[in-house]
């Protein structure tokens, strides 16, 4: 495996002190791939509270409410397993992500780089010019035109930042409830108000202080990519076979040198710091950046592409081709199976969900007519957006139900509760303890099938 050399830290100098990136924007083929996606990204993301399928958003977290939207299908603290499910399915799906491509996802699909490097960091340079300008305002004094270009670029970076929070709430909260933060007084939405506030300061302290520390410090998926890769793994990588000895290009008899120029551009453009013919890197978040830098350079030189590309160690030690291993096999193979699970479950989930309690305490009553009862507690919960009406009927013909309370009808993503007695002919006990199924109807159509214990004297 790669090597990393630690002589040269990205994020600290000698003396302790934070050390700002500036990178350089070099726009390759790669780059506009990843231009391409974040504007996709984007779209989905603002849009996202906004759209409907079915009435329901297309995601919704609502943890205060306990209520869960996810591509239009309600969940609620019931379908908890379902969660947990789809949560293990997308920690493995990460694990075989890493395990065959690395950590692109840090640098193509996560939110922070997206908002980083494809929104503020593109407004930044359009305020304060490219890497050196950027890099001597900081460095000089405190001129009129260092400050009106600070002031306008954290003005800019605080309504963006405005934008996101209300956005991030409504995938909480919902959008019709942000509209109402909105439009209605603040002294109505007290809360509301208070946590845009806060959603606000995190994410502009986030990009306009923290910015690449959340990768190379805070965020813990790094440090997962040493445990997972293996030489198998695709990486951003430099081919050093090829490229070392590395040298600038002289004229005249020289000593052979490898196709590296040691020109830096791909440490100029790296958003971490980093120099990737060090080795593999922690660092790394594989945003192709340099790839693009290094391509643009062969081209003047007249050099194949690629000497920093995508590469697994074997690939560029024994010239191998990528190779799927049994490790991600077995992982493919797990996911497979909690997907095959979830997806099930998820079909088979009723449009009603019903919790069937005999009530704690009692026995058995002696009814007129000759049956014996036992009070039951039925709490149902609608987890559609249509109105029903739902009934309760024993599935033996025999057992009768006889309502203190009725279900009623139940409004869309509504609940109810329903209290009654079951009733069975004395005659047909013969237990003290009789298993009884109970059908959950909406007209002739069972939504669900409920067993329960009925208790009765024994003949």
């Not at 640098?107 to 490097?117: R, V």
């Not at 440490?267 to 978040?285: F, L, S, Y």
């Not at 010239?319 to 991600?328: D, W």
């Amino acid at each position: 495996m790669f090597v990393k050399d630690n002589i040269d830290q990205p994020l600290t100098v000698e003396s302790g002190s934070r050390k700002w990136m500036y990178p350089l924007i070099r726009k390759g083929k790669f780059y506009q791939y990843r231009s391409w996606l974040s504007y996709a990204y984007l779209i989905v993301f603002f849009a996202g509270p906004f759209i409907r399928i079915n009435g329901q958003p297309l995601l919704l977290l609502n943890i205060l409410e306990r209520r869960f939207v996810i591509l239009g299908q309600v969940f609620w603290p019931q379908d908890f397993f379902l969660f947990v499910l789809a949560m293990l399915a997308f920690i493995v799906c990460v694990v075989l992500f890493t395990i065959a491509f690395g950590r692109i996802f840090c640098g193509w699909i996560c939110p922070q780089t997206i908002f980083m490097e494809m929104v503020f960091r593109k407004v930044e340079i359009w305020i304060e010019g490219d890497h050196k300008k950027r890099k001597q305002l900081d460095a000089g004094p405190w001129t009129k035109e260092k400050i009106s270009k600070k002031t306008v670029k954290h003005v800019l970076f605080l309504i963006i930042s405005f934008f996101i929070a209300n956005t991030f709430l409504a995938y909480i909260i919902g959008s019709e409830n942000l509209l109402k933060i909105i439009t209605e007084p603040v002294n109505m939405h007290w809360s509301g108000f208070f946590s845009i506030l806060i959603f606000t300061t995190v994410f502009y302290l986030v990009y306009s202080q923290v910015r690449e520390l959340v990768c190379t410090v805070i965020c813990p998926y790094g440090r997962l990519q040493g445990v997972l890769t293996d030489s198998h793994t695709l990486n951003v990588a430099y081919n050093y076979p090829r490229g070392e000895p590395r040298g600038k290009l002289t004229r005249g008899p020289e000593t052979p040198k490898g196709d590296c120029v040691d020109c830096g551009l791909c440490v100029d453009v790296c958003p971490t710091g980093i120099d990737i013919r060090k080795g593999n890197q922690m660092e790394c978040i594989n945003c192709t950046a340099c790839i693009d830098a290094c391509d643009y350079v062969m081209e003047k030189i007249n050099k194949p592409l690629n000497l920093i590309g995508f590469y697994s160690e074997e690939m560029i030690v024994g010239n191998k081709r990528p190779s799927f291993t049994g490790r991600m096999a077995g992982y493919s193979a797990i996911i497979i199976i909690l997907l095959g699970a979830l997806t099930w479950f998820v079909f088979q989930r009723s449009d009603v969900d019903v919790t069937l309690l005999r009530s704690a305490g009692m026995l058995y009553q002696e009814q007129a007519g000759g049956y014996i009862s036992n009070v039951y507690n039925a709490d149902i919960i609608n987890k559609t957006d249509k109105r029903q009406t739902i009934t309760l009927v024993a599935a033996d013909p025999v057992v009768k139900i006889k309502y203190l309370q009725a279900p009623g009808a139940l409004e869309k993503e509504g609940s109810a509760k329903a209290v009654f007695f079951l009733m069975i002919p004395a005659g047909s006990i013969h237990k003290a303890k009789t298993d009884i199924a109970i059908k959950v109807m909406q007209q002739n159509k069972v939504l669900a099938t409920i067993n329960t214990t009925f208790i009765g004297p024994v003949n």
